[in-house]
């Protein structure tokens, strides 16, 4: 089992930034893949950035530019740096360990609330 905490979230206005952090524990030597999701209100969840062991990286076109993941294998923790908010960011963002065929998800974490205003 792995567990995951993600904190950071916020409100911020448009143009602000935030810095996501999610901390893994548990069977941590199962990790590979790593990565980001986010679910507006009515909408689907969508994976939003993604990384890998080797530090190669994924991002959704709508986020490419402003959003950064980065991973430190030391702390167990990954972070999704978010620059130039817009309120279509909104959301709540979800932290996750990715199959490493990249098949689906095998841990969620809670979730934390990304609210950007116009």
């Known amino acids: 089992q792995v567990q995951l905490v993600e904190s950071g979230g916020g409100l911020v206005q448009a143009g602000g930034s935030l810095r996501l952090s999610c901390e893994a524990s548990?069977?941590?030597?199962?990790?590979?893949?790593m990565g980001w999701y986010r679910q507006a209100p009515g909408k689907q969840r969508e994976s939003v950035a993604v990384?890998?062991?080797?530090?190669?990286?994924y991002y959704v076109d709508s986020v490419k530019g402003r959003f950064t993941i980065s991973r430190d294998k030391a702390k167990n923790t990954v972070y999704l740096q978010m620059n130039s908010l817009k309120p279509e960011d909104t959301a709540v963002y979800y932290c996750?360990?990715?199959?490493?065929?990249?098949?689906?998800?095998?841990?969620w974490g809670q979730g934390t609330q990304v609210t950007v205003s116009s």
């Open positions: 996750a360990v990715i199959r490493p065929d990249g098949s689906g998800v095998d841990y």
């Open positions: 548990g069977s941590i030597f199962k990790i590979n893949r």
């Open positions: 990384i890998s062991s080797s530090g190669s990286t």
